[in-house]
């Protein structure tokens, strides 16, 4: 019999989020379209941001990162798990697991930093208009998307390294649909305690900080909105405003509630349930809610149809 504690040779096995009863092939194939609708909705939305001149502005720019991070991170988890549940193999290598792990971090740490990117944009945007040229140059949007992946890989680097490196000599059922560092954290062998309070700490950095960036923001935009004069600038603020709000509350809200809460009231269902929502819903909601409340957005998409499709009738 090979070693126990050898991690880099026996494969983990993901207990998956379905089982093979109709009720349950329903729900899996409308995973499956959430997923492709996700993928074509992002990449749609990049699309139209690089081509479109109109979108060219760092508001946009952001949102196409925000476009690109939800499209890996669809591809990082839906995949896999697809490939699992067709095929009756539940296996993940230790080295696929580490690399979602990695992945999963990277995307979702980058998202909490890009999200308050984002929320400083609609503030500079909104409460100093005149001066949005240079508060918010090409220089420091480009800064704050790279420090947004930079810090979410450090991250991702440290948990998966750090999690690997546990041995695993008992059970290696992960009671999840994919390889996340709390579930595998359960199944090791060794004294977690301080990784588990090292995790708390990340989790306070990579959340609280860009949602105290964010609340601060929004803050000050609702005062300045109120104050406006102009019912339609007021209306166009709240529109841009809630649509950015709408998505922080989904995405935040899902890793708070999943990362944050005490262990005693931890249950391995809901942290599936709440951990399908951020990563296989939420993503495909972004392009609907910025599409949907965006006459720019709109109108790009539709001077695309025209040039590609509508022109060749």
């Given at each position: 019999m090979e070693d126990a504690n050898n991690t880099t040779d026996i494969n983990f096995i993901l207990l998956g989020l379905f089982n093979h009863t109709q009720t349950h092939l329903f729900l899996f194939s409308m995973v499956l379209?959430?997923?492709?609708?996700?993928?074509?909705?992002?990449?749609?939305?990049?699309?139209?941001?690089?081509?479109?001149?109109?979108?060219?502005?760092?508001?946009?720019?952001?949102?196409?990162?925000?476009?690109?991070?939800?499209?890996?991170?669809?591809?990082?988890?839906?995949?896999?798990?697809?490939?699992?549940?067709?095929?009756?193999t539940r296996s993940i290598s230790p080295?696929?697991?580490?690399a979602q792990i990695f992945l999963f971090l990277t995307l979702g740490g980058g998202e909490c930093f890009l999200l308050a990117a984002m929320a400083y944009?609609?503030?500079?945007?909104?409460?100093?208009?005149?001066?949005?040229?240079?508060?918010?140059?090409?220089?420091?949007?480009?800064?704050?998307?790279?420090g947004s992946w930079l810090l979410g890989g450090v991250d991702g680097l440290m948990q998966a390294g750090t999690t690997l490196s546990f041995p695993y000599c008992h059970s290696r059922e992960i009671n999840h649909f994919f390889c996340e560092a709390p579930s595998l954290v359960r199944l090791a062998c060794a004294d977690t305690?301080?990784?588990?309070?090292?995790?708390?700490?990340?989790c306070i950095l990579m959340l609280l900080i860009p949602l105290s960036i964010i609340l601060a923001s929004y803050s000050l935009i609702l005062a300045a909105v109120l104050n406006m004069r102009s019912t339609a600038a007021r209306k166009k603020a709240f529109a841009t405003c809630s649509s950015h709000l709408a998505v922080v509350g989904l995405f935040y809200g899902t890793l708070i509630f999943t990362y944050m809460r005490p262990k005693s009231y931890r249950t391995v269902a809901h942290d599936k349930v709440v951990?399908?929502?951020y990563t296989i819903f939420t993503p495909?909601?972004?392009?609907?809610?910025?599409?949907?409340?965006?006459?720019?957005?709109?109108?790009?998409?539709?001077?695309?149809?025209?040039?590609?499709?509508?022109?060749h009738l």
């Open positions: 379209m959430v997923f492709l609708s996700s993928l074509m909705g992002n990449a749609l939305l990049i699309v139209l941001i690089h081509e479109d001149l109109r979108l060219h502005m760092p508001m946009y720019f952001l949102l196409s990162q925000l476009s690109l991070m939800d499209v890996m991170l669809v591809s990082t988890i839906v995949p896999k798990m697809a490939a699992n549940y067709l095929m009756d080295a696929g697991c580490g944009d609609r503030y500079v945007a909104i409460c100093h208009p005149l001066r949005y040229p240079i508060l918010m140059n090409q220089k420091l949007c480009l800064n704050m998307t790279t305690t301080f990784f588990e309070f090292f995790m708390y700490v990340c951990s399908a929502f495909v909601l972004n392009p609907l809610i910025y599409s949907v409340r965006n006459k720019e957005v709109k109108g790009a998409l539709k001077k695309w149809l025209e040039k590609h499709f509508l022109g």
